[in-house]
């Protein structure tokens, strides 16, 4: 009898590759199970224009897959090892790690710079403390600027202009076949690397005797020494806060060896440690290095680091202790609830559609595997792109799009989720509606025979494919589908009839439909409505209602800023 495995990963490029890489060697190993990837997504992936020091970058990329773990969703869950922090959760540790790749940064340039080319009139983007401390050690004038977003979206940024050099983890760009982007492996003794930099993790549930033996035979005995002690060093420094800090390790026959670092966000106090010893002590040299640092220096560091954020200013709270109700479906990814928390409110969920993978028909699944014959591909939504990609990654074990095609979308949330998968839009509109969409798209492109793919939901109107069909061959996909909730929570209901409730907030006509049909008629008129958006308005103002709030840029965004101003007045 065929065993499943489920592997749990995040859904971008590179953390697909990583997932394949395990399910391959895995399959190596026991041909007689079956294998499957699971994508899950992650914190980490949906804040991409914060800067990572500002939000804690250590569990953002790790936690919904431990959930989705600890509740039997996948089996194990893969990693890059450096994203994992020093300590887990209950319940789970630290299964294998495959055999390390490059563990160096690299220089990404579009002329074949070198860290030794660089001067103060040059603009570094990175994403890392680690290494801005370090370059600031090199040239204390160095104008350093953060950059997030997928390799390719990084990438493009920099060809655009936004800066004239980046620095990431090598073995990232070599593990996508980017390697042409990279002008300069960066020695370790230049810049030392991240720990555990370079090495794929393997996370299980601590009491899976199953799975641990079975991970087991893919393990790298030789790496995961080495990135255990660059973790003890690491946890022996950390301190609970984001610092510059960084480890490399080797094993020359029987001997271990380790250079730390901690440094200041400047780089001005630079605290550098090497060591020594048997490979069966490299966990206990490493934290005994790690002490040294701290006591020779280390502790006024992360003191200061601690005092620094501390003192950041207060943030102001317009929508302090006011009850907002989200009728928006429960998903990952949805930022309004948190945008609105951060602002002080209570949010309490009240979904009012729910959205899951469309079953493809075979007439779509074909449209697919024939992704080539298109020009271009349009998504309509934050759904169209997560669902699409969902779809492509069960038919054909990968979210590769062929080179050829262009994309066009309509708002940046839906070319956010986009950059998730390592893309960026050939066309982005700024109005949120498929009218405003084509008006723009007919004015930038004016397409006339080009075959077009359209990725959908099964409630979206044709106002795309008449249009477009009068001059192109346009075909529809429908990924996903949006449904009325079998059932909702009367608890709810009943603070709303109390009025014991701020706002009710409504992003779509369905979710103010669906709403409707579970809530008094007569009350209707009495509601405090938000709506994201002149569509949703609309549809409240034909059934005979008026919201109080309209959001003024028909997005999450958009939406909580507006709500902020009205509570403002």
Request: proline residues 3%.
């Amino acid at each position: 009898m065929e065993k499943t495995i489920r592997i749990g990963t995040r859904g971008s490029k590179l953390a697909l590759y990583q997932a394949y890489k395990v399910k391959e060697e895995l399959e190596n190993k026991y041909p007689d199970y079956i294998f499957e990837i699971i994508i899950i997504k992650t914190k980490g992936d949906i804040i991409l224009d914060v800067p990572l020091s500002k939000i804690g970058d250590k569990g953002l990329f790790t936690k919904e897959l431990e959930v989705a773990m600890f509740n039997n969703e996948i089996d194990m869950a893969v990693h890059s090892l450096k994203d994992l922090p020093t300590t887990f959760p209950e319940g789970a540790k630290l299964g294998a790690v495959l055999k390390r790749g490059d563990v160096r940064d690299a220089l990404i340039s579009t002329n074949n710079r070198k860290i030794s080319d660089l001067t103060s009139n040059d603009v570094i983007a990175t994403s890392s403390l680690r290494r801005k401390a370090q370059l600031l050690k090199i040239n204390k004038d160095f104008k350093i600027v953060e950059i997030r977003g997928n390799v390719n979206t990084r990438i493009r940024k920099m060809q655009e202009g936004y800066c004239d050099v980046m620095i990431m983890a090598a073995a990232g760009l070599q593990r996508l076949e980017m390697s042409e982007f990279i002008s300069e492996l960066i020695d370790p003794s230049v810049m030392i690397p991240a720990c555990s930099q370079g090495a794929i993790a393997i996370e299980i549930r601590e009491n899976d005797a199953f799975i641990e033996n079975l991970l087991s035979k893919i393990n790298d005995e030789e790496t995961f020494i080495t990135t255990s002690a660059e973790r003890a060093f690491l946890k022996t420094l950390e301190g609970g806060c984001q610092i510059p800090v960084g480890s490399f390790s080797k094993i020359e026959g029987n001997q271990f060896h380790i250079t730390g670092f901690i440094s200041n966000i400047d780089g001005s106090q630079f605290l550098k440690e090497t060591a020594s010893a048997n490979v069966d002590n490299a966990v206990k040299i490493s934290v005994e290095i790690a002490k040294k640092l701290f006591s020779n220096g280390g502790k006024e560091i992360l003191d200061a680091i601690r005092d620094l954020n501390l003192a950041a200013p207060k943030v102001e709270l317009p929508l302090k202790d006011k009850i907002i109700i989200s009728t928006r479906a429960i998903e990952s990814g949805d930022s309004l609830p948190d945008l609105l928390k951060s602002q002080g409110a209570n949010v309490i969920s009240l979904p009012m559609i729910e959205v899951s993978p469309a079953q493809l028909e075979n007439s779509e699944k074909e449209l697919l595997n024939k992704l080539s014959d298109f020009d271009w591909i349009f998504f309509t939504s934050k759904n169209g792109v997560l669902n699409f990609f969902k779809h492509l990654s069960d038919l054909k074990g990968s979210t590769a799009l062929p080179e050829n095609i262009k994309i066009a979308v309509i708002g940046s949330r839906t070319a956010s989720e986009l950059d998730y998968y390592g893309y960026a839009p050939s066309f982005i509109s700024k109005g949120n509606t498929s009218e405003d969409f084509l008006t723009e798209f007919y004015n930038v492109v004016n397409p006339i025979n080009q075959k077009v793919l359209l990725s959908l939901g099964n409630l979206a109107d044709d106002t795309l494919i008449n249009k477009l069909s009068k001059e192109n061959k346009v075909e529809r996909i429908n990924v996903y589908q949006t449904e009325k909730p079998k059932s909702v929570d009367t608890s709810i209901l009943e603070i709303i009839k109390q009025n014991k409730y701020d706002l009710i907030v409504f992003t779509s006509p369905s979710t103010f439909y669906n709403f409707c049909s579970f809530y008094e008629k007569d009350k209707i008129q009495h509601l405090k409505m938000a709506s994201i958006g002149s569509t949703t308005t609309k549809a409240i103002e034909e059934a005979g209602y008026s919201p109080i709030i309209t959001a003024k840029m028909s997005k999450a965004e958009g939406l909580s800023e507006s709500i902020s101003e009205y509570f403002k007045k």
